[in-house]
């Protein structure tokens, strides 16, 4: 069977058994001389077919006088080849004899299918440094890459699987293929590092995927750069494409990414930052590559690595804002995590910050310090610290809840006897339940006589989110 009639599938390197079968018997019978009949220059080359076929690899010791490509050696081989080898057969033998040219002829000639340029082209090439080489040949037999398109992506697939990624960036460049350029170079941001120290040293790698993204919108804006003379069409099916709002926000992203790893890299490389431990567990630092959770955790970690909460707060709730995160849930998780390092000025600074930010509603406040008291060591030694954080609360109920959780009934206590009856009802109760969870009989019977004395308004005002309906008044 001819190549022009062998199966697409047929792409294994083995020839016919036959054909091997007869080669191998003639080479273990027969050992050429120097003075040669026609008959066993015949032999001689079909001895050297085998070894081209069973030794990949392997260059042909061609006897003297018979080297090249124009010999009649050369034009045996291929004969038996083209009569009964494969694709991958013959493609293998011209790339031994540096006929990549040749080779890369047949391939987009005959349609071979991929695995034909994986093992008969692509991995020789990179075996033996010739990947530039090969770009040549394929930029001048097909101008714009369209009809090898599915070779390189296949290329590039291959490559990513074996983790090739330097060689995989140098065929995306060669392809032109910007988007999945810049996506390699994030990738080489961030492999393998496992500080903000590390980033800081790789941040040539972003100026570089921005700078693909730059690139690529330009082409799409019909701009032509001048860092290259080809004039290959960018409308090319196996480019990745993106709509230029989606490359801006990127090339965006890619700008904060900067800004933040610029910071942090200054401040975990500065003996003056608050030395918080993160809370991220793998070994990665955040970036904002990764899913809300991680941008959050970017967020914290800038507000949280400067000699002071200001210092960062600025570039965090730009992180904030950007990708539309849930503010407050930033703000708690700083807080906490203040706390529970005993940093109670940085938690005040953090306040201040939430309160001049301009987009804090008037109960962020309390729900961050509510948070930090909730996780708070109890002990005496934080005991003046957490007093002094309960008086920024701005919500009388919510100072009431607060002093609850530091258990602080009778302080508690005397701030709801002083509101309106309404309002002051189920506070009371609530500092009535807390007494009776801590066996507090003194608090407990202040409450009681409190509420005894003022049932009637306390009962006739329920408290929020009850009900009246088909209620009788019970006396």
């Known amino acids: 069977m001819s190549l022009s009639e062998s199966s697409g599938a047929e792409t294994s390197s083995t020839c016919p058994r036959l054909l091997q079968d007869i080669v191998s018997h003639l080479e273990s019978t027969v050992r050429p001389t120097l003075a040669m009949s026609f008959s066993e220059d015949i032999l001689w080359s079909l001895r050297e077919l085998e070894e081209a076929l069973c030794e990949p690899g392997g ?14 050696l050369y034009q045996e081989s291929l004969y038996y080849l083209s009569s009964y080898g494969t694709h991958l057969a013959l493609v293998s033998f011209l790339m031994r004899h540096d006929n990549m040219k040749g080779a890369l002829q ?21 075996e033996r440094g010739r990947l530039g080489m090969l770009q ?40 032109m293929d ?8 994030i990738r080489f941001f961030t492999h393998g590092v496992v500080s903000y120290v590390q980033l800081g040293d790789q941040r040539r790698w972003l100026v570089r995927a921005k700078e693909h993204l730059r690139t690529y919108l ?32 990127h090339m965006n992203t890619i700008e904060l990414q900067l800004e933040v790893t610029r910071f942090l890299h200054h401040c975990e490389t500065s003996s003056s930052t608050l030395a918080l431990t993160p809370s991220v567990s793998s070994s990665t630092p955040p970036t904002l590559f990764g899913p809300s959770a991680m941008k959050i955790d970017v967020a914290c970690k800038v507000m949280l690595g400067g000699k002071n909460i200001e210092e960062g707060f600025g570039i965090a709730y730009r992180v904030i ?3 539309q995160l849930e503010a407050l849930t930033v703000y708690v998780r ?86 309106d009856t309404a309002r002051a009802g189920p506070l009371v109760q609530e500092v009535l339940q807390a007494a009776e969870g801590v066996g507090d009989s003194v608090m407990q019977d202040i409450c009681c006589q409190w509420l005894s004395e003022h049932k009637d308004r306390v009962r006739t005002t329920p408290p929020p989110g009850s009900t009246r309906q088909g209620r009788p008044n019970a006396k």
């Open 334 to 419: 700083a807080g906490q995590r203040l706390v529970r390092q005993r940093q109670y000025r940085a938690v005040r600074q953090l306040l201040k910050c939430v309160g001049e930010s301009g987009t804090a509603t008037k109960n962020d406040c309390d729900v961050i310090i509510l948070s930090c008291v909730s996780i708070a060591d109890k002990g005496p030694t934080d005991a003046k610290e957490l007093e002094c954080l309960i008086l920024e609360t701005k919500s009388t109920e919510n100072k009431i809840k607060a002093y609850l959780q530091v258990s602080k009934l009778r302080a508690g206590y005397l701030l709801a006897v002083k509101l």
């Open 136 to 175: 040549g040949l394929l930029e001048t037999l097909d101008t714009d890459l369209e009809v090898c398109s599915r070779y390189l992506l296949s290329s590039c697939q291959l490559l990513q699987r074996r983790g090739h990624f330097h060689t995989l960036y140098q065929l995306q460049q060669f392809m």
């Open 218 to 249: 330009q082409e799409q804006q019909g701009t032509r750069t001048n860092s290259t003379n080809r004039k290959r069409s960018t409308s090319n099916s196996f480019r990745k494409k993106m709509s230029s709002s989606d490359v801006s926000r």
């Open 321 to 323: 804002q950007d990708f």
């Open 178 to 185: 910007h988007v999945r350029a810049a996506m390699t170079c």
């Open 59 to 72: 260059s042909v010791d061609w006897p003297e006088g018979g080297q090249g490509q124009g010999s009649s």
């Open 106 to 126: 047949h391939l987009l000639s005959k349609e071979c299918p991929e695995e034909v340029f994986l093992e008969g082209i692509l991995q020789p090439s990179l």
